[in-house]
């Protein structure tokens, strides 16, 4: 974890100064640079605490940065937001957990061909620095999450709105030729040492392991989507596992950027919905699998999610909101909220896995710089 802590901070000061750079040898008629950094911390101390509780410290640091390249009829836009926060809980499992872990970059450049209408060329990349894990005490906490697994690929090509009003930047983009590249990649060598952490966990429990156990590979591809059903000569349905899923659809997105003395605020919304039919509806090939005695894991939990759930009209959504205060010149108030909800990705809770509205929301208090 110090690893990845001094990584992201390296990450920051040198994603500044390069822009800072370019910003002093260009110019700044042409280049805007602006952004925040921060750093939120708490603590909990509990003596004799009669409704409970554990003592523990939070920490969470973060960058947001906006650079802008705008002259005559070139805008060149770039948005790189990052954080990572971990907490220290006084128990006797699990003391040092994970509360929050991202990277998303993204940039657009466009031709103005009209007054506030730009022809545009639009990339980003969505994934994670560490391991995520399902935090339960005194079990197994299985791994749920990886570098590139999931990581989110958009490139596209459309038309982008962009205004000014008294202060508040209004955008809105609309591409029909726009990819996306879901990816769920485990090497060789961390599907085998986390396939053998789990057996070796259930072991010391004293849990039954069946004869196919479980497989970290085989769970984050069906986990996050990048598997396909397919047909088979012998038409019986397959379960195919890739490392990634491309797929060729529509993109939306709009977002608004508003500043007022020492209120920030900053929102983005997106959608994406691919170009495929309906698929190979499953539910009716395995209705008579289903009901046997012993149906596979694979034809029990997963038929309903066949190709069916990346069809067109089926909108993966992304929105996030931001929102900081400078209280003093080091001291500001932040509040970050991100919905998202993507087809494929399934979510277990009560041992139901299906797809979910995902939500978090960060309130902080703590050191920052508004820029």
Same mark, same amino acid.
């Given at each position: 974890?110090?690893?990845?802590?001094?990584?992201?901070?390296?990450?920051?000061?040198?994603?500044?100064?390069?822009?800072?750079?370019?910003?002093?040898?260009?110019?700044?008629?042409?280049?805007?640079?602006?952004?925040?950094?921060?750093?939120?911390?708490?603590?909990?101390?509990?003596?004799?605490?009669?409704?409970?509780?554990?003592?523990?410290?939070?920490?969470?640091?973060?960058?947001?940065?906006?650079?802008?390249?705008?002259?005559?009829?070139?805008?060149?836009?770039?948005?790189?937001?990052?954080?990572?926060?971990?907490?220290?809980?006084?128990?006797?499992?699990?003391?040092?957990?994970?509360?929050?872990?991202?990277?998303?970059?993204?940039?657009?450049?466009?031709?103005?061909?009209?007054?506030?209408?730009?022809?545009?060329?639009?990339?980003?990349?969505?994934?994670?620095?560490?391991? #995520?894990?399902?935090? &339960?005490?005194?079990?197994?906490?299985?791994?749920? *999450?990886?570098? =590139? !697994? $999931?990581?989110?690929?958009? /490139?596209?090509? #459309?038309?982008?709105? &962009?205004?000014?009003?008294?202060?508040?930047?209004? *955008?809105?983009? =609309? !591409? $029909?030729?726009?990819?996306? /590249?879901?990816?769920?990649?485990?090497?060789?060598?961390?599907?085998?040492?986390?396939?053998?952490?789990?057996?070796?966990?259930?072991?010391?429990?004293?849990?039954?392991?069946?004869?196919?156990?479980?497989?970290?590979?085989?769970?984050?591809?069906?986990?996050?989507?990048?598997?396909?059903?397919?047909?088979?000569?012998?038409?019986?349905?397959?379960?195919?596992?890739?490392?990634?899923?491309?797929?060729?659809?529509?993109?939306?997105?709009?977002?608004?950027?508003?500043?007022?003395?020492?209120?920030?605020?900053?929102?983005?919304?997106?959608?994406?919905?691919?170009?495929?039919?309906?698929?190979?509806?499953?539910?009716?090939?395995?209705?008579?699998?289903?009901?046997?005695?012993?149906?596979?894991?694979?034809?029990?939990?997963?038929?309903?999610?066949?190709?069916?759930?990346?069809?067109?009209?089926?909108?993966?959504?992304?929105?996030?909101?931001?929102?900081?205060?400078?209280?003093?010149?080091?001291?500001?108030?932040?509040?970050?909220?991100?919905?998202?909800?993507?087809?494929?990705?399934?979510?277990?809770?009560?041992?139901?896995?299906?797809?979910?509205?995902?939500?978090?929301?960060?309130?902080?208090?703590?050191?920052?710089?508004?820029?």
């Amino acid at each position: 974890m110090k690893r990845i802590s001094v990584f992201v901070v390296l990450c920051m000061l040198t994603v500044s100064a390069l822009y800072a750079q370019a910003k002093a040898e260009t110019g700044a008629k042409a280049w805007t640079f602006d952004g925040q950094l921060g750093l939120n911390a708490a603590a909990t101390s509990l003596v004799n605490w009669s409704s409970g509780g554990n003592n523990n410290v939070n920490g969470l640091t973060f960058a947001k940065l906006h650079l802008l390249y705008k002259k005559d009829v070139i805008a060149w836009e770039t948005h790189f937001d990052t954080d990572f926060g971990l907490t220290w809980i006084d128990q006797a499992d699990d003391q040092i957990q994970k509360t929050s872990d991202n990277i998303k970059l993204a940039t657009k450049f466009g031709w103005e061909f009209h007054k506030n209408w730009y022809l545009t060329v639009l990339a980003s990349f969505q994934s994670q620095y560490a391991l #995520g894990r399902e935090y &339960k005490s005194e079990e197994y906490d299985p791994v749920i *999450s990886k570098w =590139l !697994s $999931p990581s989110y690929t958009d /490139i596209s090509i #459309g038309l982008d709105w &962009k205004k000014s009003v008294n202060g508040c930047d209004f *955008s809105v983009y =609309l !591409s $029909p030729v726009a990819g996306r /590249i879901t990816t769920a990649y485990v090497s060789e060598a961390w599907n085998k040492k986390y396939t053998e952490e789990y057996k070796e966990a259930m072991t010391a429990a004293g849990k039954p392991l069946p004869d196919d156990y479980f497989d970290f590979r085989t769970d984050m591809q069906i986990k996050y989507g990048t598997y396909k059903f397919i047909k088979l000569d012998n038409k019986e349905p397959a379960l195919e596992l890739r490392n990634y899923r491309c797929e060729f659809g529509l993109s939306f997105k709009g977002a608004i950027d508003y500043k007022y003395e020492k209120l920030t605020l900053r929102s983005s919304l997106a959608f994406f919905t691919p170009y495929q039919g309906k698929g190979y509806p499953l539910k009716e090939a395995f209705e008579q699998e289903i009901q046997k005695e012993d149906p596979t894991y694979v034809y029990e939990g997963y038929y309903q999610y066949s190709n069916l759930n990346r069809q067109f009209g089926r909108f993966d959504i992304d929105w996030d909101v931001n929102v900081s205060y400078q209280l003093l010149k080091m001291l500001n108030v932040t509040l970050g909220t991100h919905l998202k909800y993507y087809n494929g990705t399934l979510i277990e809770r009560d041992g139901i896995r299906k797809e979910r509205i995902q939500f978090k929301s960060v309130l902080g208090l703590g050191l920052g710089y508004s820029f």
